[in-house]
C-alpha cells in the first residue's frame, strides 16, 4: 500500500518502522524502498533517512545514513554513501571493498539552465541519489592513455584527456569494471558508485506499471533525476524515455581521430573494430531520434529533468544549469582498480588531501 511519510518523500511498503533521530524528526527506514513521488523540488524531500543492507559477498552489515535539508535557496545532502539496497552480490568483483564516505552536496531548490549545456567532467559527480550514493559515469580509463597494457586500461585517464576521443564506457557489456547488479562498484577509497541505471528505487519494467517514474535523485546543477519511465504524449501509454544518441558510423568501423591511436580488435580486451560501444566516442547525439534532449532529459508539464535510460548516455550527458562546486573535485576518487604501486590514492578518506576535510553544510 501507499504510504505518505511526513517528510515528503512518497514510497511503497507496508510498514516503515521509525526511530528516534538527533536530527529532531522521524529516522525514516528507505530499506529497498520504491519511492513514487514525482514532486521536483528538492526541499519536498527533507528528512532524515535510513536502511539496513547487506554486503552480500562479505556477509557484512551496513546502515546507510542520509539527512536532507535546506534554507531558502539550497537542498543540502549528507550520506554515508551506504545504498538502500544489498550490493556486492556474487556477479561482483570490486577492487576495494566497500566503507563508510563523509559526503556532502549542496543544490538549487530551483535551478535555471546556463547560457549554454556544460560537459561532464572527471573529477565532478554527476548526481547525488536519494539513497544517499552518487552517480559517477566517467571512467578514468581511456586507450592507450596511462601505464597499464594496451587495451586493459583501466586507470590514468585524467583531466589532462578530457576530451580523449577511446574513453571506456563502464556499461558496456564488452568492457569488465566489475559492477554488482545494481550498476555500481568502489572507487579505491571504499566509495561505492553507481555508472547507471541503479535497478533500484523505482519500478523498472514500465510494462508493469500504471505510472510514469518518480524523483529518485539530483543532478550537480540541481534538476531533478527521473526513473525510465514515462507517459507518452500521443497514446497515454507508460513505456521506457528513449534517449536520442546512436553509434557513429551505424556501427560501422572506426575512424582515426588525430593525435590518438585507434583501438584495434585483438589487442588487449579490445572487441572489434568497430563503433560498438565499448567507447564513449563511440555514440553521437542524433536530435529527434528519441524522446531526450543531448543531456538526457526533457520538459513534461513545465519541468525539466534528465533520466535513467537504459542505453547511452545511460543518465545524464551534460548540464542544463550550473553545476554546484561540492560535486566538483572528486578526481582521485576516479581510479576504477587499484592505484599504481597497489596503494590508496594520495589524501584522506574521502579523497581530500590531508587537513582538508570535504565541506560540510547545514
Known amino acids: 500500500m501507499k504510504t505518505s511519510i511526513s517528510s515528503g518523500l512518497l514510497i ?3 510498514t ?11 529516522h525514516v527506514d528507505i530499506t529497498d524502498a520504491i519511492f513514487t513521488d514525482r514532486v521536483a523540488r528538492c526541499d519536498h524531500y527533507v528528512g532524515s533517512y ?8 562479505r556477509a557484512k552489515d551496513f546502515t546507510g545514513d542520509i539527512v536532507i535539508t535546506s534554507d531558502s535557496r539550497f537542498c543540502y545532502v549528507r550520506s554515508n554513501d551506504i545504498p538502500n539496497h544489498d550490493f556486492n552480490d556474487h556477479s561482483a568483483h570490486f577492487a576495494t571493498n566497500v566503507s563508510e564516505q563523509n559526503l556532502s552536496f549542496r543544490f538549487p531548490i530551483n535551478p535555471t539552465p546556463a547560457y549554454k549545456p556544460s560537459p561532464l567532467a572527471l573529477g565532478t559527480s554527476e548526481a547525488v541519489l536519494l539513497n ?9 580509463a581511456c586507450y592507450d592513455t596511462g601505464r597499464e597494457p594496451l587495451g586493459r586500461e583501466k586507470i590514468g585517464c585524467d583531466h589532462r584527456s578530457a576530451d580523449h576521443p577511446w574513453r571506456y564506457d563502464p556499461m558496456s ?7 554488482d547488479e545494481h550498476n555500481a562498484h568502489t572507487q579505491p577509497n571504499g566509495k561505492y558508485h553507481y ?30 533525476i527521473y526513473g525510465s519511465c514515462i507517459k507518452d504524449s500521443a497514446t497515454g501509454e507508460i513505456r521506457e524515455a528513449q534517449p536520442s544518441y546512436k553509434l557513429k558510423n551505424n556501427g560501422g568501423p572506426r575512424q582515426a581521430v588525430s593525435g590518438y591511436s585507434t583501438p584495434r580488435a585483438g589487442i588487449g580486451n579490445i572487441a572489434t573494430n568497430n563503433y560498438d560501444g565499448q567507447f564513449r566516442g563511440d555514440y553521437e547525439y ?3 531520434t528519441g524522446d531526450l534532449d543531448e ?19 545511460w543518465v545524464n550527458n551534460c548540464f542544463r544549469g550550473k553545476v554546484d562546486s561540492s560535486f566538483q573535485g572528486r578526481e582521485q576518487q576516479r581510479m576504477h582498480g587499484h592505484p599504481p604501486g597497489g596503494g590508496r590514492p594520495e589524501g584522506g578518506p574521502d579523497g581530500q588531501r590531508p587537513g582538508h576535510p570535504p565541506p560540510l553544510y547545514p
Open 12 to 14: 511503497i511498503a507496508a
Open 286 to 288: 542524433v536530435a529527434g
Open 16 to 26: 516503515f518502522p521509525t526511530v528516534a533521530s538527533s536530527h529532531g524528526g522521524e
Open 295 to 313: 543531456c538526457n532529459g526533457m520538459t513534461v508539464d513545465g519541468q525539466y529533468g534528465y533520466y535513467i535510460t537504459n542505453s547511452f548516455p
Open 50 to 57: 535510513y536502511a539496513n543492507v547487506t554486503d552480500i559477498k
Open 132 to 140: 544517499g550514493v552518487v552517480i559517477d559515469l566517467l571512467a578514468a
Open 173 to 179: 557489456p564488452l568492457n569488465d569494471f566489475g559492477t
Open 195 to 224: 555508472h547507471g541505471n541503479p535497478l533500484a528505487m523505482f519500478r523498472t519494467h514500465c510494462e508493469n506499471t500504471d505510472a510514469a517514474s518518480p524523483v529518485i535523485g539530483y543532478a550537480a546543477d540541481g534538476y531533478p
